[in-house]
């Protein structure tokens, strides 16, 4: 991949005007070289504006470059022999400072994570002189998954451009009043490739999980009870928090939220929901949704990804009601009996 990368950009270059003089070939032998001189550009990179985003967000990641390459030093390569070589000379140390310059750049953005996925293509500026910053920023879409680990995430820019490797410098005469005549220059051009590592974080929340569950309940009944502690697992504060339960059949209820309050990182509440069984429910292990719906530092208000709960449904249990109701009559049927035993034996 990073092959094909590299040849993209190597034609999206070569297919960039170039300055006059460029050349990709080894410097002609109508010119002389007077200096070997030391340096070449080197790119800093920076996010413009904000480097931070939530899970799920489809945003534009700003990057400005700067070009802080610099001459490092110069050594004579040749010797001017007369007049015209030492102004030859003189001109191609003017012009030897444009090493420095990159041109055009390139940018390619990769993720090394599959919890950013970079949009963009390649991003092109024009180019850069020494201690120039690009004028546009490049602009590279990104998502964020939306079950993306909070943290820092570090993000390749890989740069390619030209650079003037060297310089050479020719005429056919010199003249103290019209100067170099048949002035001419040949530049031998190189890529060069830098990689820049930026920094993109996303940004926690206040992720919920369910750290107890205690039910009551059992198959055709009313008013049974789960008792659920939330824990906030997140780095954020969650205020006014209201936990909401999605229930289906065989459950039921008049009243499937409650209120957790404002809960910091690592706070635990519980609350009591009132469930209703249906009558034939089966017994054993069910599973419900909930999720907790609160408001951020910020004002906004944010729900937090689904929770698994899990219920426990007993047996029916044998109504009281009736055993009760059996028992009163059997109670009556044996005063009955004994009231006329006696009244037989009263006569």
Known sequence: MKKIIICLTLVLILASPLPAGAQFMPLRSSVENYWNVMGSPQLEASVI???????????????GLTNVGQITGYEPDERPEDLKEEKLAEREFILEKAKTAA????????????????????????????????????????????????????????????WQENTGVGAQD????????????????????????????VKGKADFEVVNVDTDLNA????????????????????DAIARVSLFMPFSSEDDQAFLGTMNPQDEATVTFKIDV???????????????????????S????SVSIPLKVGPARQSY??????ALIALAGIG???FKKKKEQSH
């Open 49 to 63: 504006g904000t480097n931070e985003f939530e899970r799920g967000d489809k945003a534009i990641l700003y990057v």
């Open 103 to 162: 041109f055009p750049i390139t940018g390619m953005l990769r993720s090394p994570t599959q919890s950013i996925e970079v949009q963009s293509g390649p991003q092109i500026v024009e180019g850069l002189a020494s201690g120039s910053k690009s004028s546009d920023p490049m602009e590279f879409a990104i998502e964020i998954e939306n079950d993306a680990p909070e943290g820092n995430y570090t993000l390749a820019l890989d740069l390619f451009y030209l």
């Open 174 to 201: 010199y003249e103290p009043i019209l100067g170099l005549i048949g002035f001419r220059q040949s530049s031998l051009f190189a890529m060069k490739m830098q990689s820049i590592n930026l920094s993109v974080v």
């Open 220 to 239: 055709g009944q009313s008013g049974g009870t789960a008792r659920i502690t939330y824990k906030n697992m997140g780095k954020e504060t969650a205020k």
């Open 278 to 300: 249906k009558d034939g429910a089966t017994t054993g292990n069910y599973s419900i949704n909930s999720e907790v719906k609160y408001t951020d530092l910020k004002g906004n």
């Open 302 to 305: 944010i729900t937090s990804e």
């Open 321 to 326: 009601t009736r055993i009760a109701i059996l």
């Open 336 to 338: 009955i009996y004994i």
